[in-house]
């Protein structure tokens, strides 16, 4: 089960995410539009990924994991389909919103950690970093500059629909955990279970915002990296390559934060993760040395994929095992505007100002913000935690 969870979280994000970011420069010259224009198409995405969590939450209730995980990866094979032959800039933006974001929504992020985290309930940090691992995003930038170069940016979104359906048998094979996670204090569970008791909560809003922050950032980064390496005076196969060393970086930032979840806390880490990224980017806004950058985009992608890891975790400490799904849908909903706006407004902002220093600059800031904001947090969530852990052990008793 983990190891299909895997599967249909890096075919659904890697592709879309991995992909978008070498296409970003062929779209631009194929329909001469902005880059701000172009960068709109993965905003959709995450918009329509976003918007369909809470129906997630439901469908997987009604139908099962299995069927909407099939259902999200058909979905995107046919928006790729469609992306091949696209022949205005409308159709790309209405088959990466009505087709590939949907899809990405019923079979990427939020139904793998659900069937990742309901057969493992004892690592959940864990076993949700292993299952969101993004090795697709590694390997997605270098494949598809080598795509597009053979058979142009056609031959990529065959590849990308080909991929999605090939995945379709091993999903035949998902079962859901044959019991529930972990037991949980009664009260707390028909608080989790009532959404207004969510939305009641400071806790769920300062984690939207600080999370939904940081998860724009991640985006920025897939979609803009190439072209911040360019301008930096990289040629375009290095700059391909440092994506895809990005990607690689994810990789194992998934698994290591995913442990860090696991021993120090979702808040503690999220400021960890928060903290990587400001990193990442002053260095990035302050050389071009090659050496240098390499460090810096390393740093920035093992931060990226720790963000859902972390929310997960803490939603489940604060509300219970039982309302996660629920509480992470609600957290991609609300966190839309940060995550629609932001890598557009990046694309916008670099064509004001002629490159992408101001961009860096606002990330630095804006990151370091939330590393305080979640450090603050951090305590709150340990009693949490404790609180959880005496209940299991009169539970038990």
């Not at 021993?263 to 002053?282: D, E, I, K, P, Q």
Request: charged content about 10%; proline content about 5%.
């Amino acid at each position: 089960m983990l190891l299909r969870a895997f599967v249909a979280q890096n075919c659904a994000v890697g592709c879309a995410y991995g992909g978008f970011g070498v296409s970003i420069l062929p779209l631009q010259d194929r329909f001469d539009a902005s880059r701000a224009s172009v960068s709109v198409g993965l905003s959709l995405v995450v918009l329509m990924t976003a918007l369909s969590g809470p129906l997630v939450a439901i469908l997987a209730k009604r139908f099962g994991l299995r069927s909407i995980m099939i259902a999200g990866a058909l979905a995107c094979c046919a928006g790729y389909a469609l992306l091949s032959v696209a022949w205005s800039m409308t159709v790309v933006l209405a088959a990466f919103a009505l087709l590939v974001g949907p899809g990405v929504g019923l079979s990427g992020t939020l139904p793998a950690s659900l069937l990742a985290s309901g057969w493992f309930p004892e690592a959940r940090g864990r076993a949700i970093g292993l299952s969101t691992m993004p090795v697709v995003i590694a390997a997605a930038p270098m494949a598809g500059l080598a795509l597009i170069q053979t058979f142009g940016l056609s031959g990529l979104y065959l590849a990308m629909a080909g991929l999605h359906l090939l995945t379709v048998p091993l999903l035949l094979g998902v079962r859901e955990a044959p019991v529930a996670p972990i037991a949980v204090d009664p009260s707390q569970q028909a608080r989790g279970e009532r959404t207004g008791g969510l939305l009641s909560s400071p806790l769920f809003w300062f984690t939207m915002v600080g999370a939904g922050l940081l998860n724009a950032t991640g985006i920025v980064g897939s979609v803009h990296m190439v072209a911040v390496s360019v301008e930096r005076g990289l040629p375009i196969a290095q700059a391909a390559l440092l994506a895809s060393l990005m990607g690689g970086a994810s990789v194992l930032g998934a698994v290591a934060i995913g442990w860090l979840c696991d021993h120090l806390g979702g808040a503690r880490s999220l400021a960890v993760v928060a903290g990587g990224f400001a990193l990442g980017w002053t260095i990035i806004g302050l050389t071009g040395w090659l050496p240098a950058m390499t460090l810096a985009i390393l740093l920035v992608g093992a931060s990226g994929p720790g963000v859902f890891p972390c929310v997960s975790l803490l939603f489940a400490r604060s509300f219970g095992p039982v309302a996660m799904a629920r509480a992470v849908a609600l957290f991609g909903m609300f966190s839309v505007p940060f995550t629609f706006f932001l890598p557009p407004a990046a694309g916008w902002l670099r064509d004001l100002a002629g490159d992408y220093r101001p961009v860096m600059g606002t990330i630095v800031c804006i990151c370091l913000t939330v590393a305080m904001l979640f450090a603050l947090m951090a305590r709150r969530e340990e009693r949490n935690g404790r609180e959880q852990l005496e209940v299991l052990g009169a539970v038990g008793r």
